[in-house]
């Protein structure tokens, strides 16, 4: 205990906060002053001037004791509100983009119907949601179908995040925990399709908005409360825990591309969605392509390690602009948008009210000690930065070739010693989030002991000890699946682990990096779907979204999530069998059906079987690799280069044996006839609104739904600034009415003032009634 509380003292020495501000941005609502409002107090709006004033004092003081920067004691409560714009905004897409492919995917007419999951005969609510938590069970009580049911819990989150992103009111915590309950229903019942790791990294990160966002629609007020740095800090435990866990899970998979340091140059083309930029990456010499993997390591393994939870503010500002550089190039290469959105959003946990202070209060001239404490944290700033460069140069052998003017690299450590190294690094790590922990929660504490009144204590007391309870609970979730990926988790105790399996399906705490996938050192491969009319000649199927044609430009999705592409470019390197909605989708192909054509091509005559649907259909598995440049630079006229691997699927047709057997084990095999769906009034409105966006692609949906909240979000600056410039100008004060020269009236200052004399009562006797005529009424007005 003497040591917890050593090292709190440490923490609380090198703890540094932010000034105030009074400036509001017009884009997104965020106030970046750190206002200190009494929580919870129906006088707050009339607190006096002299009452605040004294709360500040006792903070000051309290901050003076702990030697930090008074002011707002480390506040983060900008951050914390771009955070929860950030999250409205991954919402937003990701809800349109599932309501898109609803009737393809989950439709009566998809590839998984979605009513084959609904139980054929009713159970009490209460133990269906305890099975599965989804709003879906709801559908038959208010006599809506399953599919209907589906779109109508995208259409709210739709709606809901759309007014979080719009409007700064509805950033709050019943906001963010419906839109965490309808994004929960739609994962609970999504199957493969839904259950990416994005996907869980969504809930967990949506579950802490709803702790980190204020209680303001249910109070008629949304200001900060004491207890918020310790629900913040959250987001940045989580922010470790997956680049930390994804970076670690490279090495300690043993995947060979990452250990000889060629994983980067086969990402380009191995990823999710590569890009245009990704084929002139796949262009970089080998040498760059090596060096470029050992800063992605050092970025995952080394900056978490020593700058997320570094005392010293700069290093944790460092490690912000590193965390989002390498997410935007991530995103403009391809892969999983929405993955790299959430670790933007998680990010802004590394900073704190100061870095958003446009009008800094101008530094007094420092003493010797405040010079030597800023050098002395200039030094642990250069020591950190020396240790990850210096480290790496070790770690991985790199050397300067003068002569070819290239950087030779390679691993310079065992297997052996990367598995000790990691289950000797991970339990401190866990007593680094303690006691950082620890410290939110001390620092929150005395926050409440400097609200003014023993009410206001009370109140800011009991929330403290909800929320911290709150706190520490999924702080201790989240030990067991961090925990798994070294092998520690039997040193969890058996009642925590027992309670991660309780709440495991409401995805409150998740797993990352323990299933890494494997960079493919064959190429990509890609299933390849082939149709025929006599079984003679074979036409290949084009989808909009995955490598088929070798002449296609790789596609742009932004932030659309392509659920079927990116399932058949994970389901290539198994077999059919391990994935059985693969069994499914062809035989909706031979039907026909047109729901899941357009998950293909939204484009009929891109199409080849849009008339009369295949008679035959087989699946092949090919290696894609990007071609490369001429030697005299010229650029080929293909993008990809292919080659013939395996047969993935056998060749069948309607009605085969082969067929229905899959159907059968599958799952798939219909049962029960298709219940009529009421025409009701909300059913006519889904129909209405489905068929305006049927035969438009994904991209352009959410790019048109991006360019609205853009626009809006503009004209709302606008009139701002606007209405601001054309505001009431200040009344004159009564000293400009006494001077015809306003500018003389500021030299009368103290130092001209004469020294006290015997008539100086006289003229104190003056100065009063002088005082008195100006406070009058009419002097007022």
């Known amino acids: ?69 008074s002011g707002n004691m480390g506040e983060a409560r900008t951050p914390a509100r771009m955070f929860l714009w950030s999250m409205a905004a991954v919402y937003l897409f990701a809800f349109a983009s599932i309501y898109i492919q609803i009737p393809g995917l989950y439709g009566d007419e998809g590839v998984v119907p979605v009513r084959l999951s609904m139980p054929r005969v009713q159970s009490p609510l209460l133990e269906q949601l305890q099975a599965a938590p989804s709003l879906l069970w709801l559908g038959p009580t208010l006599g809506l179908g399953p599919q209907q049911c589906l779109e109508i819990i995208c259409l709210l989150g739709v709606l809901l995040s759309l007014g979080a992103v719009l409007i700064g009111a509805l950033r709050d915590s019943v906001v963010y925990l419906c839109l965490w309950a309808l994004y929960l229903s739609l994962y609970t019942v999504g199957g493969d399709f839904l259950h990416s790791e994005w996907d869980s990294l969504l809930l967990e990160a949506g579950f802490l908005a709803v702790l980190v966002a204020p209680l303001g629609l249910l109070r008629r007020s949304s200001s900060a409360a004491h207890h918020d740095s310790v629900t913040f800090w959250l987001t ?51 040498w760059l392509s090596r060096l470029g993997a050992v800063c992605i390591m050092a970025e995952e393994i080394a900056v978490p390690l020593l700058m997320f939870f570094a005392p010293i503010r700069g290093l944790r500002i460092s490690a912000f602009y590193i965390q989002v550089s390498h997410q935007l190039c991530l995103m403009l290469l391809g892969g999983s948008s929405l993955l790299h959105l959430l670790t933007i959003a998680l990010s802004f946990s590394l900073l704190d009210d100061e870095q958003f202070n446009i009008h800094k209060k101008k530094t007094k001239t420092k003493t010797w000690g405040q010079l030597l404490g800023s050098f002395l944290i200039l030094l642990v700033k250069l020591a950190v930065y020396a240790l990850i460069v210096v480290g790496a140069i070790i770690l991985f052998k790199l050397e300067i070739n003068w002569e070819k003017k290239t950087v030779t690299s390679k691993t310079d450590f065992s297997h052996k010693a990367f598995d000790n190294f990691l289950s000797q690094i991970q339990t401190p790590t866990i007593w680094v989030g303690v006691l950082s922990l620890t410290w939110e929660v001390v620092a929150a504490v005395l926050k409440c002991v400097c609200a003014r009144g023993i009410l206001n204590k009370l109140l800011a007391l009991i929330q403290w000890a909800i929320f911290t309870a709150a706190a520490v609970g999924v702080f201790t979730l989240s030990l067991v699946p961090y925990t798994a990926m070294a092998g520690l988790s039997g040193k969890i105790l058996p009642g925590v682990r027992k309670a991660f399996s309780t709440v495991e399906n409401y995805q409150l705490v998740g797993a990352y990096g323990i299933q890494h996938r494997m960079v493919p050192p064959a190429g990509r491969p890609e299933i390849i779907i082939e149709g025929s009319t006599d079984k003679k000649s074979w036409t290949e199927l084009s989808f909009m979204y995955k490598p088929d044609s070798l002449t296609k430009i790789p596609p742009v999705v932004g932030p659309h999530q392509p659920r079927l592409d990116w399932l058949l470019w994970e389901a290539a390197r198994g077999e059919h069998d391990q994935n059985p909605w693969f069994t499914g989708l062809v035989n909706s192909l031979l039907e026909g059906k047109a729901d899941v054509v357009n998950l293909l091509q939204v484009d009929e005559a891109q199409y080849p079987f849009s008339q009369t649907p295949p008679t035959f259909i087989r699946a092949r598995v090919y290696h894609y ?76 949906v959410l790019l048109t739904l991006f360019a609205t909240v853009a626009t809006i979000l503009l004209l709302k600056s606008l009139f701002s600034r606007t209405h601001t410039s054309k505001g009431p100008k200040p009344r004159p004060s009564s000293s400009e009415h006494k001077s015809k020269k306003p500018k003389e009236a500021p030299e009368a200052s103290e130092k001209n003032r004469p020294a006290p004399s015997r008539g100086g009562k006289k003229d104190h006797s003056e100065e009063r009634k002088l005082d008195s005529s100006d406070r009058s009424p009419r002097k007022r007005k």
């Open 1 to 69: 205990m003497k040591c917890v509380f050593s090292s709190v003292a440490i923490l609380c020495c090198f703890r540094f906060s932010g000034g105030p501000s009074s400036r509001m941005c017009s884009m997104c609502g965020i106030n970046p002053a750190p206002l200190f409002p009494l929580a919870f107090s129906p006088l707050a709006a009339q607190t006096p001037a002299h009452a605040l004033s004294s709360s500040a004092l006792r903070e000051k003081s309290v901050a003076r004791f702990l030697g930090i920067k």
């Open 236 to 286: 940045r435990w989580l922010l470790f825990r997956l680049v930390f866990s994804t970076g670690v899970s490279k090495l300690a998979s043993g995947d060979p591309s990452w250990w000889d340091l060629t994983a980067l140059s086969r990402h380009f083309e191995t990823q999710a969605s590569p890009t245009p930029l990704a084929w002139y990456a796949h262009q970089l010499p080998d």
């Open 625 to 700: 690799h990007f071609t490369q440049t001429a030697e005299d630079g010229t650029h080929p006229q293909a993008w990809w280069k292919r080659q013939y691997v395996r047969e993935f699927f056998p060749v069948v047709q309607l009605g085969d044996q082969t067929l229905e057997g899959l159907l059968k084990e599958a799952g798939l095999k219909e049962k029960f006839p298709v219940q009529p769906i009421s025409d009701s009034p909300v059913t006519q409105a889904l129909s209405v609104l489905r068929g305006q966006v049927r035969g438009i692609c994904g991209p352009l």
